[in-house]
């Protein structure tokens, strides 16, 4: 028994085996372990496989997340590999790729679409930027829309490969991102050709006014979760405008915000901003 891909009505959606949801509740019982007792979440998943293993596409993907939290680099490779052969597997021959779409919006196709972008991850840890660049725009020409964020890892593969040409189209097809990624990524972009990134400091100091001392710091300390200034209760995450976001930033972009001209320029960011006063 395995999955396909249909087309119902113009939309391509996958169709599992109704027998799938005998395992249904086994499932999320071995994702509850996953990030808290990896032994174990793998031991459920590697159930759900041998009754399954052609079919349960996410038990392959979330198998290879538990193995990479492990530093088990090997098998979570292998995983990875598994589940999006897998679902390329289920695609039709009547499926037109690059034309037709599989939509995050229908659940039944985002185990195939998270295959696509925890593959694109296993290259991209390995450097392997140009396997990892084709997973990337595999995913998009299957959903647009990027509802899982393959943009800002498109964005990380081109500062690390230097393709500034690919850097600066991804920025222009998305002029409406507010993500502080695509905000600063713009001021970055301009640094390192060598070109004006004044017009950009503005949306980006706006955006988290924080990254620009994050960057300029000489030690940097993680400033621990974010407390709601009303409630003084803690939240989980880093929200937008924090200094845990601008820390986060930080600390995925350091290679780069490290160098030297682009400390220099953003000194000269901060000072400006001082003048202006934004």
Request: with cysteine.
């Amino acid at each position: 028994m395995k999955p396909y891909l249909i087309n119902d009505m113009g939309h391509w959606i996958f169709s599992y085996p109704e027998e799938m949801e005998e395992v249904f509740d086994e499932f999320w019982e071995a994702f509850d372990f996953l990030d808290h007792d990896e032994d174990e979440c793998q031991k459920r998943f590697k159930k759900i496989i041998e009754k399954y293993p052609e079919a349960y596409i996410d038990a392959y993907n979330y198998m290879s997340i538990s193995f990479r939290n492990q530093g088990k680099t090997h098998e979570s490779l292998h995983y990875a590999i598994t589940a999006y052969l897998l679902g390329k597997s289920c695609i039709q021959p009547e499926f037109k790729q690059g034309e037709d779409q599989i939509l995050w919006g229908h659940i039944e196709n985002r185990p195939f679409l998270r295959s696509c972008q925890i593959l694109g991850l296993e290259y991209e840890y390995r450097k392997d930027y140009r396997r990892a660049i084709e997973l990337y725009l595999e995913n998009l020409s299957y959903n647009e829309g990027d509802n899982q964020g393959i943009r800002y890892l498109l964005l990380e593969c081109y500062f690390a490969t230097k393709d500034y040409k690919a850097l600066r189209d991804l920025l222009d097809q998305n002029p409406n991102d507010w993500g502080v990624d695509f905000l600063y990524g713009k001021i970055l972009l301009e640094i390192l050709t060598g070109n004006d990134s004044s017009p950009y400091v503005e949306a980006a100091f706006n955006r988290n006014g924080y990254i620009v001392d994050e960057v300029l710091k000489q030690m940097h300390v993680n400033p621990g979760p974010y407390k709601d200034p009303d409630t003084g209760r803690t939240i989980d995450g880093a929200p937008a405008g924090s200094i845990q976001e601008a820390y986060e930033y930080w600390q995925r972009n350091k290679q780069i915000l490290n160098l030297k001209k682009v400390k220099a320029e953003f000194k000269k960011i901060k000072k400006d901003l001082q003048d202006e006063s934004f």
